[in-house]
Structures are given as C-alpha cells and as structure tokens.
C-alpha cells in the first residue's frame, strides 16, 4: 500500500529520531528497527538523520520490508550514510542539518534520543508536525511522550509503547491534520 500525502500526490515522509550509535541501547535499536519495519510495511519513505544507532536500526527495518530510506548526514562524505540508506543527502552543514531532517518530515516517530535528538524534535514541534514519543525506550521520547514542549501548545506530543501503534498514530495524527 502507498500512502501519499493528501491532496499532494506525493509519498509520506516519516522522519524517525533517535539515539546515535554511541548511545544507543539494545532495546531502543530493536524497537527503532520494528518502527522503520512497520513505516515501510505502510508504503511510506523513512527518513533519518542517515547515521547509526536508531537511524541505522529504522533504515535497516525499513529495507528489511523493501521500503525507501532516505538518510540526511551533517558530514560533506556519503561515506559517512549507514548501509541502508537508498539516498544519502550529504549537507556539510554539522548538526544544523537537524533543522532539514525535521523540516523534511510529514509526521516524526521519536525513538529514545539525548540533545540532538530534542533539537529535531522541537523543530517538528516549532512546525506542527504530527509528534509521536515511544515510550519506554529511554531519553527525550520518555520525556516528551503525551505533552506540549511549551506554553503555545503547537501540538501535543503522542505517546505509544509500541512501534506497530506508533506509526499507526502517526498516520492518523496525518489524516486528522493534527
């Protein structure tokens, strides 16, 4: 099935964040892995911020199921992309490349995640992306599951414990306009 996004007869973009590969833990790969599993199950490209550690875990779920994967890198050097990307977009811009991953997204699945894990996500939330924390896999998902990130209360941020139902509320949170 191929989800495009309504009335711009292009595909979904799902941006998923999370830890890098030097914090990651175990649980928080493999449920990053079911989430880009279950967003190209959805006919929906994944996005990343193209490195290791959630990133990686995502583009490998997403391939796993014959998806699209998209990785955004700060560095110059495609090199640098992890395995599973299909396309690398190489910024040389360092961590501001935080501001194209989140800017590229349709909605956002946030997988555990530490500072630049946030920055994206208070971008998405500064845009009115459709915001989805999974619980229990650690750093800024636990912290911002089912809350606003300030008092202007954008869009609230969902919380699900489970990757299938996260992506599944993102979809819905797409088609609901919220």
């Known amino acids: 099935m191929v989800v495009r996004v309504s009335g711009l007869g292009r595909l979904t973009q799902i941006l998923v964040i999370g830890y890098a590969e030097d914090q990651c833990p175990e649980h928080a790969y493999r449920l990053a892995y079911e989430v880009g599993c279950e967003v190209a199950r959805r006919g929906a490209v994944l996005v990343t911020g193209g490195l290791g550690g959630v990133m990686e875990a995502a583009s490998k779920g997403a391939k796993d199921q014959g ?88 869009i609230k941020v969902a919380g699900e414990s489970d990757p299938k139902r996260a992506v599944e509320k993102a979809f819905q949170m797409l088609r609901n306009g919220s």
Not at 74 to 93: F, L, R, W
Not at 95 to 114: E, K
Not at 140 to 148: G, S
Request: negative net charge; charged residues 15%.
């Open 67 to 154: 998806g699209f994967v998209v990785g955004i890198i700060p560095q110059e050097d495609k090199g640098y992309a992890n395995p599973h990307c299909d396309i690398v977009i190489s910024t040389g811009m360092g961590w501001a490349r935080n501001f194209i991953t989140a800017y590229s997204a349709d909605a956002v699945i946030v997988v555990g995640g530490g500072a630049g894990t946030a920055v994206e996500a208070y971008v998405s939330y500064f845009k009115s992306k459709p915001t989805v924390a999974l619980l229990g896999s650690g750093g800024i998902a636990d912290r911002i599951a089912d809350t606003y990130l300030d008092e202007r209360h954008l």
